[in-house]
Each structure stands twice: as C-alpha cells, then as structure tokens.
C-alpha cells in the first residue's frame, strides 16, 4: 500500500519517519498530476507546497491549530493530508472544491478566495484563542502565490507586531509568483534574498564542512541549524524587510527540504509569539511541463496530457479574453493615449499582448484592485485613458475606489471585467455575479455587456470614447460562441434581435443572455404569444428606447446573469416606474446566495435560468396565473392564440 492511501487525518503523519515524510512528498506530486490532470485545476500552486504543507501538519495540530491558507487554491495536499483523497470530481457538482471549504472538513476555516486576507484572519482568530484563555492555541497563514503584494496583509502586519504575546506564524510561500512573476519592490527584495551569493554561500560551506566530518556532526548540524538560519539571516541582511515590524523572523528556509521546513516550523512554534518562517518554492516543483512553462508555470490547467502537459481539451471558438486582447491593441496602436492596468493578472485579462508591444503603457501593480483603480483616476487626470482588467469577482474589493476616485472626479476610466456572470468550477467567490448591483449604484457610471465578439469590439471602443466618466464593459469566462446580428438598430444604440407583430412581451437580454432570450422567444411563438427581443448593448442608464418599447408590450422579461436583487430588472423596472409606464417586469436572474462549484449549465438549471423554465413561467404570467400579471389584452386583440395549460406545462 502507498504511504499516502495510509494518511486518513494529519495525526497519521506522526508515525512516519522523516525519509518516509520524503518518500510521501512525491508520491503527493505523482498524485496531483495524475488526478488533476483528469479535471483540470490549479496544478503548479500546488506542487510547490508539498513538503511545506507536510511539516505543517506535522508540527501543528490541526483543528486545535488553525492553518488559513492564503490564496486557497494552494491547498490540495491540505485536502488529501486532511482526509480527501477522491479527486475524481475535483471542481465538479457534488465533488472536492478547488478551495478551502468548510461543509467537507473541520480543517478547512477560511473559504474565500481572495489573496490577501489571511493575516487579518490570523490576527482575529489568535486575538480570539488569547482572550478566551486558549494562549495554547497556534493560528498558521500560509501566505503565497503574490498575497503579500495586497495592502491588507501589510494593515494586519502593522497590528499583529504591536501585541507580540500571541502564537500566531506567518509562513511566507515565497515562489516569486503569482499568476506570473509577483511585481513590486517587494517582489524584488524577495528576490534579492533568494539569490544573494552571500546567504547561499555562507551556507553551503557550512553545510559542507560539516558533512565533511561524518555522521555526529552532520546530526549536530542538523540540530543547529535553525539557528544557524537565523545568523545567515542577519549575516546577509534578509531580515531588513521585517526589521521595523518587531516579528521574528526565521529564513529563508528551502521549502522543498523536509528536515528544514520541519525545524524551522519547531522553531516557530516552541517561539511563543509572532513569527514569520520564510519559505523559498518552486512553483510546479518536480513536474518538468510545469517547470518550464514560462507563462505561469501551470497556475491553472485545464485537462491535459499528464506525460507531456499538453492540452487535451478540443479547441472551440475564441474565448471573450482573447477577443478582448487583440481589440484593445488594436485600439491602443491608434490611440497613444491609452493605457492598461491590471492586478497580478496580465495574461489571465489578456493585457499581456499589449504589454508586449507596448511594455511602458501597461502597468501591473500586484494583487492590489484598490490601488489599481486609485491610481487609473490619476493616470486619468494627468490626460491618459487608463483601461483596468480585472476579474468581476474582484472589482468587490475597490468599490470605494470607483465610487469616490473615479466616479465622483468623473474620470475617462473603463473597467473591464472578464469573468462575469457564472463561473463554474472556481465556486462562490469566484462567481462574478455582484458587478451589476453593485456598480450601477455608482452616479455618471456606464455599464455595457457585448452579446458576441463583435458586439465586445464595438462597445469597447465606445467605453474608451467617454472621457469625463467610468465605463464598465463585462464578459463571461469561455467562448464567445454565436453572433446573434440585429434585425434594427434604434437610435440609442439598442438592438432588435426579434419582433413580433404582436406585442405581447418584451424580452430585455444583458449581454449573452441573447441566445436564452431568443430561445425562449422561439417557444413563446409556439404557443401564440408575440415577443420581442432586444439587446440594450449599454444596459445602464437604461436607455430611453426600451422604456417605449415596454410601454407598447404586455409585459417584460429581463434576463440577466447578475443577481436579481439590485440587478439590471430592478433598475428596469424603477424607469418605468419614474416614466409612467405600468407595464409589469418580471426580472430574471441569479438569487442572492453563494452558488457552489460546478459547470455553468448545471449552475444555470438549479437556479431555474433556462429556456424552459422561463418559458413556462412567462406562459403563466400571460394567462393571468403567476405574478407578475401581463397586462390585459387591448381591445383590438381578444384572441387568446393557442394557449393552454396541461400539467402545468404550456401545451
């Protein structure tokens, strides 16, 4: 039997010897690449915290020693060290989530996945275990993968190192990365510390006179070494990042070096107070695709060849991202004025192309959304049209920024979120879902969601024509998929995607919503109800157009992939409201609650927001039997077309 089929829980660990710790190390490293391989996922995290994650559960008592892993997705050997060996559907409906998740194990404590959170986590929790007499409680935060570029790990700092009796360790997954290299000054004296020829040196002859001299003295080394860690430390000056923090500081220490990552653990733990063990990774350590992959080194996979690493996933159409990259350097050739940003995502937002061709006007300023957005209300103000790429679920975290920097000094800033809507495997706080509530409460915003590729060149285009106010432009993740062409354009830009001569209902459709608004269209027609579909392209401020269209129809159907409440129907129905119009909205969308992992088609049809479904539901409205009520027919029209209802299906 493996050794690895033997750990149910990490107290299994503690039977193991140190050479078979090694021995389990890599079979985790076989495993991961096999399994995930399978279901795609984030591979090359992972296979870097191996053996960091092993001496963790081995010196630490998890549950009664907190671990908060920062970011989450560099906890599947966590997963299997915890008990949860079965990836076979990892980040699939009713399989492993691809992050920390509390409903599978009491070790999981901490769900979200967005960096930089972890030592405020680990301050309130320490704070907690202190002041309820539980002083011999340890709280861990793994921090890695670029979390330290965010602001909040350096608030929580500030506070953690002004109460030092707490037992409370920072272990710093220093890889040089995020999704690509980690950017800023902090990155680079990182960097520093890893390949300074004073501190490896120093330590290799040490390490060398003392293997020189046999077993005692190498088992004396061994015992020292700690110690020794931290005289290389202060010999080549690592500790002068952390110097005005008063922290501890152990390193940095190999994190592939199981005797080393287990002794300086001890260490840190027998400390008594805040400390930091920093730690030196390899991303993608001992799986060579993933090693010399130089575009992110296998952040994030999706079903590949385990042998080669090559992709196994059948290309289909070109993805939003892609579409997104190449019009906004085709734009940016044109318009010198342009200028990129994002947050540690520069290939993930498709703004590496531009990067490359023009290296000085794209700007990537770590995990730090709120500084980002800040600072494009500058770039702003100084004549620049800064374009900001972030993922949706990520705009959240600089709401203030858009509302007060932005907003607020009408700045020509547009904001460009990939990811919207549903996700699918990445789960709840990867959902970009809460972008339309959120941001069409922000005064002078315009928000536009593009139906298809084509529609996503023009209205960037149009975003980056407004100066003297934010613009949003959002897409899903995945392919662009069909072009949906307008039967008419009205004069403020909405568009016709089908007419009915009658004008029984009015289907409002965000974004690619097209195509479920079409469908269900097409099967109203069945039934002898008249719809029209239009795509309003810029959905806030609700164009005035669609307030006269829904006066002339029955009712109105928004569709949208946002949540309902707060959502783009809401704002709907408020016009029309404000305008007089007493056609009754029906507003579709997502509910108000954190949606589990799985594919955006089975998301889609737990929440009821399929073709079918809304079809159903809208028959019932016509018929007077479901509110919202359709408005009755106008005098002209007494016919009721071929509407009946079996079973409560409409036949």
């Known amino acids: 039997m493996s050794l690895l089929k033997t750990i149910t829980g990490p107290r299994d660990l503690d039977r193991l010897s140190r050479g078979e710790l090694v021995l389990l190390a890599a079979e985790i490293r076989g495993f991961l690449v096999s399994e995930v391989s399978k279901t795609g996922g984030h591979l090359g995290p992972n296979l870097g915290v191996v053996e960091m994650t092993i001496a963790i559960h081995r010196i630490f008592e998890s549950p009664r020693d907190a671990i908060v892993f920062d970011t989450g997705h560099q906890s599947y050997v966590h997963k ?47 704070r907690a275990f202190e002041m309820t007499g539980q002083s011999d409680r340890h709280v861990i935060a793994v921090v890695g993968d670029g979390a330290l570029t965010g602001g909040m790990t350096w608030e929580a700092l500030n506070n953690i190192s002004d109460d030092n009796t707490r037992r409370l360790i920072i272990v710093v997954n220093d890889n040089g990365r995020s999704y690509a290299p980690t950017i800023g000054g902090m990155a680079r004296f990182l960097n520093t510390v890893r390949t300074r020829s004073s501190y490896h040196a120093a330590y290799l002859s040490s390490r060398r006179a003392f293997d020189n001299m046999g077993a005692p003295a190498r088992a004396f080394f061994r015992g020292v070494r700690g110690g020794l860690h931290g005289f290389l430390a202060r010999f080549s000056n690592n500790e002068a990042l952390y110097s005005n923090l008063d922290i501890k500081y152990i390193g940095p220490v190999d994190g592939h070096d199981m005797e080393a990552m287990l002794e300086a653990l001890q260490q840190a733990k027998n400390y008594g107070a805040p400390v930091i063990v920093h730690t030196i990774t390899q991303k993608g350590k001992g799986y060579d695709p993933a090693m010399q992959d130089t575009a992110d080194q296998f952040h994030a996979v999706g079903q590949i060849d385990p042998e080669t690493g090559e992709s196994t996933e059948t290309p289909g159409a070109p993805s939003w991202t892609s579409v997104f990259s190449d019009e906004l350097l085709n734009l940016a050739t044109g318009n010198p004025r342009i200028v990129g940003i994002t947050a540690a995502m520069l290939r993930p937002t498709g703004l590496h192309r531009m990067a490359e061709r023009f290296p000085n006007r794209v700007h990537d300023v770590g995990i730090a959304e709120q500084h980002a957005v800040a600072s494009a209300a500058g770039l702003a103000f100084g004549g620049l049209h800064p374009v900001v790429a972030l993922y949706a679920t990520f705009i959240n975290r600089a709401f203030d920024q858009v509302l007060m920097d932005v907003a607020l000094h ?74 949906f062409d307008a039967v008419a354009r009205l004069d403020d830009g909405v568009d016709v995607l089908l007419e009915s001569a009658q004008k029984d209902v009015l289907i409002v459709t965000v974004g690619p919503m097209a195509a479920m608004g079409l469908d269900v269209a097409r099967r109203l027609s069945a039934q002898g109800i008249g719809a029209t579909v239009i795509d309003p392209r810029w959905v806030v401020p609700v164009p ?108």
Not at 80 to 107: C, I, K, M, N, W
């Open 80 to 126: 299997l060290l915890t008990g949860r060996q079965d990836f076979s559907g990892l980040r699939q409906q009713d399989g492993l989530a691809g992050y920390p998740q509390r409903s599978e194990s009491v070790h999981d404590i901490v769900e979200s996945s967005h960096a930089s959170s972890s030592l405020s986590w680990a301050d309130g929790i320490s």
């Open 544 to 651: 005035r157009s669609l307030i006269g269209l829904a006066a002339e129809h029955r009712l109105v159907v928004s569709i949208e992939d946002g949540i309902r409440v707060g959502g783009i129907g809401t704002r709907i129905r408020q016009d029309l409201r404000e305008a007089g119009v007493d056609t009754a909205v029906t507003e579709l969308g997502l509910p108000d609650e954190f949606l589990a992992h799985g594919t955006r088609a089975e998301i889609l049809e737990r929440v009821g927001l399929t073709p079918q479904h809304i079809a159903r539901d809208v028959v019932a409205m016509v018929l007077g039997s479901k509110l919202p009520h359709a408005r009755p027919l106008p005098a002209d029209r007494t016919d009721t077309g071929s509407i009946t209802m079996r079973g409560g299906r409409a036949e």
């Open 410 to 483: 009408k700045a020509g800033v547009t904001f460009v979120l990939d990811r919207a809507g549903v996700t699918g495997p990445d789960g709840p706080s990867h959902h970009g879902i809460w972008d339309l509530a959120i941001l069409q409460v922000v005064p002078g915003i315009r928000l536009a969601a593009p139906r298809d590729s084509t529609r996503l060149r023009e209205e960037l285009g149009e975003a980056i024509a407004v100066e003297d106010a934010p613009t949003v432009l959002r897409f899903p993740k995945g392919s662009t998929g069909v072009e």
